[in-house]
């Protein structure tokens, strides 16, 4: 028998490798018996899908031996031994059967380079192969035929299954689902993990909180917002909450022991939600969480590095594959790695496929751009296209969503009141003057003082001149403009300074990077205006959770207010109509009322013909413009990600570690390393590193070191300090809002 290789590195047959999928196939049955795919198919594609690797071309190749460039791809000779006549009998339909020859012919996505005579010559050469081929009763399930015998209607090489092709909906949605699970489990049987976990823990996890809470207090139970969420288990939801309602044990509750992703706007958030529920001692999944919950950003191997000694025999490099294959119940993860799906680029199926059988947590709605937020919406019709579920729950709700959301046949059911409370957190004043420091100074004395500025510009001319009047000890700034290294640090002071016990009088300023999800509680709130949803974010980090005690704690300053349009990112229409409606605003406000405030500005009669509706409208109908596999994935994650900077080592930081850094970058090229030498050498070199807003970087200059063929480490001039950040040469040109 000849023992023909799947692989060579380790060396694999194909019999071995068909096996390990067979295994993935039976695993991902049992766990999710009631996903919406042909179970007999994906058997059938499973079995089929690497037999053309038999082909002379491949095995001499595999072996050691010269590369073929007129090699046919093994996907297009594998549909030589699709059953179709036995198919047929069991008494599938063309389309059903057209699906299965086109995902066996495109489980990779490579472009057919040969012409159809070469094919047919290939596909003829098999024959000899298969019948020196021995795979046991398995083999008796397949056939074995020369390309004259399979019918065009069901497989022709340039043949394609299209979302918009003429054919119903359900052709094109169960291709993607027997593509993409094909997909995932390949992955995992060549990657030797699982391809799915069970969730079989997470309500009995959510009970053992209870019971923890009833143990301090004998009465505690689930808040309203949270049984409320568990009622409508099996339903698309969508929630507004004010803060402290606990929306994450909610969101949780909702996803009981199901497959589910967690998605928040920024990283910080993002790290915060994960750490909190793998926490050996106070998270909610305590035990086996590697194989339990995983994190999905673009930092995950670095964080994954903190946590490693926290976490009992932990295999990183096992735990960021089943992370990075999809495999775990739990994904907590950033929208960018999720939803790029909505661009169907080449190799889009395997995360269409995952969410069909899964449920999406979104949370800070809110916080989303224009072009994100079309993302999701477009996302969320998928995902409920192909059976998955979805809740938003949310701080603020614009009005504007809900409408997107139907008016792309998405259905949800919306909760019939918010969950608010009647208690009273902010008393609000509206000053008619630009921010101004003298202002802010004269509130200083045993205050914890955040300041909130819509761009780095004004942020750190705050910052600058209330170091002048106060000195550097007790101010504080952050932005997104500072090296890893020290945005962490000042992440990590501003969370110990805003946590509601402490009593140690700071000032810290601030852009919305302090928006989301960070909890911490300062005293008084100083902010420009940006718009209304923005404002009651940033309130949202003062009088986090108590009652109002004093006359004032938000003052916001209406006037000369930076970052709008068209130089900035704020909608001047929405600016302008939040401004309006704060001027009747003066002392306290109600959790109620600021709802009330949000659907008067964010309603779509509002926003039409806003600079922002229409920004939205014009991104989705953008991202349904492109045909099914018209991009690739590379392009698909320069489009989403709309990334305008350069990540680079201010030259200061460079000239004061340059020996460390270089030793780093050594690390990263030296051959035969393993992966986690080299990626806790990318880590650490990443510390000192922030991302160059764009037209920061064209305007100035910068050198490079490279580290192969397609990686280089960026040196950028400019100067830097860790109280202020990187400035540029040419600081009047600065205006970034984060």
């Not at 509680?521 to 980090?541: A, C, K, P, V």
């Not at 600021?594 to 991104?619: F, H, P, R």
Request: proline residues 3%; glycine residues 6%; negative net charge.
């Amino acid at each position: 028998m000849n023992q023909y290789l799947a692989k060579s590195d380790p060396i694999e047959t194909i019999q071995n490798h068909t096996n390990d999928l067979l295994k993935n196939y039976e695993l991902l049955q049992k766990i999710y018996p009631d996903i919406e795919v042909d179970w007999y198919l994906l058997d059938l594609a499973c079995l089929i899908h690497d037999l053309g690797k038999m082909n002379t071309s491949f095995q001499s190749k595999i072996s050691g031996g010269r590369t073929n460039k007129n090699e046919i791809t093994h996907g297009y000779l594998s549909v030589a031994f699709v059953p179709f006549e036995k198919l047929e009998d069991r008494g599938y339909s063309e389309d059903e059967i057209r699906i299965l020859f086109q995902v066996i012919a495109r489980h990779h996505e490579r472009k057919f380079p040969r012409a159809k005579d070469v094919w047919k010559e290939e596909i003829s050469k098999l024959e000899l192969e298969w019948n020196d081929f021995e795979y046991g009763d398995l083999k008796k399930k397949l056939e074995y035929h020369i390309a004259d015998e399979i019918p065009e209607i069901y497989f022709h090489i340039n043949d394609q299954i299209f979302e918009n092709d003429g054919a119903p909906f359900e052709t094109f949605r169960q291709y993607v689902l027997l593509k993409g699970l094909l997909n995932r489990i390949d992955f995992a049987a060549s990657a030797d993990i699982d391809v799915e976990k069970p969730n079989d823990f997470l309500e009995a996890a959510m009970t053992e909180q209870m019971n923890a809470f009833r143990k301090q207090k004998p009465d505690a139970d689930w808040k309203p917002l949270q049984k409320y969420m568990q009622a409508h288990q099996e339903e698309n939801v969508i929630v507004v909450a004010e803060t402290g309602m606990g929306k994450t044990e909610a969101g949780l509750l909702w996803l009981g022991n199901n497959k589910g992703f967690f998605t928040l706007p920024l990283r910080t958030a993002i790290n915060a939600i994960y750490s909190r529920l793998i926490d050996s001692e106070t998270g909610i999944v305590r035990e086996q969480q590697t194989d339990r919950v995983g994190l999905l950003h673009s930092e995950t191997y670095g964080q994954y590095l903190i946590h490693e000694p926290e976490m009992e025999a932990m295999d990183i490099e096992d735990y960021f594959t089943k992370t990075r294959q999809m495999s775990l119940p739990i994904t907590v993860c950033t929208l960018d790695q999720l939803f790029d799906f909505v661009f169907r680029y080449a190799g889009f199926e395997p995360k269409l496929a995952t969410l069909s059988y899964s449920k999406v947590i979104i949370d800070e709605v809110q916080m989303y751009s224009p072009d994100l937020l079309a993302y999701l919406i477009v996302g969320l019709s998928y995902i409920q296209k192909v059976g998955g579920k979805f809740t938003i729950l949310t701080a603020t709700l614009p009005g504007i969503i809900p409408d997107l959301l139907a008016e792309e046949g998405v259905t949800f059911t919306r909760a019939e009141e918010d969950f608010i409370s009647d208690r009273v957190r902010h008393s609000l004043k509206v000053i008619h003057e630009p921010i101004s420091s003298a202002f802010i100074s004269a509130f200083y004395e045993d205050n914890r003082i955040l300041v909130i500025c819509n761009t780095v510009r004004v942020a750190k001319a705050m910052y600058e001149e209330l170091v002048e009047a106060h000195g550097d000890a007790e101010v504080h700034l952050l932005h997104s403009q500072f090296i890893k290294r020290d945005r962490t640090a000042k992440e990590d002071a501003i969370l110990s300074d805003g946590q509601k016990g402490s009593s140690r009088p700071c000032i810290w300023v601030a852009t919305q990077v302090v928006e989301a999800s960070l909890d911490i509680d300062f005293d008084i709130l100083f902010t420009e205006l940006s718009d209304l949803n923005g404002l009651f974010q940033r309130m949202g980090r003062c009088y986090r959770n108590r009652e109002l005690d004093v006359a004032t704690n938000v003052y916001v300053f209406d006037v000369e207010c930076s970052g709008l349009r068209p130089r900035g990112f704020i909608d001047a229409q929405i600016h302008e109509n939040s401004r309006a409606l704060l001027q009747a605003v003066d002392g306290a406000v109600s959790e109620a009322q600021k709802l009330a405030m949000i659907d008067q500005v964010y309603s779509t009669e509002a926003l039409e013909g806003s600079e922002y509706y229409e920004k939205v409208k014009g991104d989705i109908d953008y991202v349904k413009s492109f045909g099914t596999y018209e991009l690739d994935k590379n392009e698909v994650k320069k489009r989403f990600r709309d990334i305008n900077s350069v990540a680079a080592i201010p030259k200061p930081i460079f000239a004061e570690n340059e020996a460390e850094i270089r030793g780093y970058i050594e690390t990263i090229k030296t051959k035969g390393l393993d992966r986690k030498t080299k990626m806790r050498a990318r880590t650490m070199l990443s510390a000192f590193m922030l991302d160059v807003p764009g037209y920061i970087f064209e305007k100035g200059k910068s050198d490079a070191i490279k580290i192969n063929d397609y990686e280089k480490v960026t040196i950028f001039d400019c100067d830097y300090d860790t109280g202020l950040g990187l400035t540029s040469k040419d600081r009047e040109k600065e205006d970034q809002f984060f």
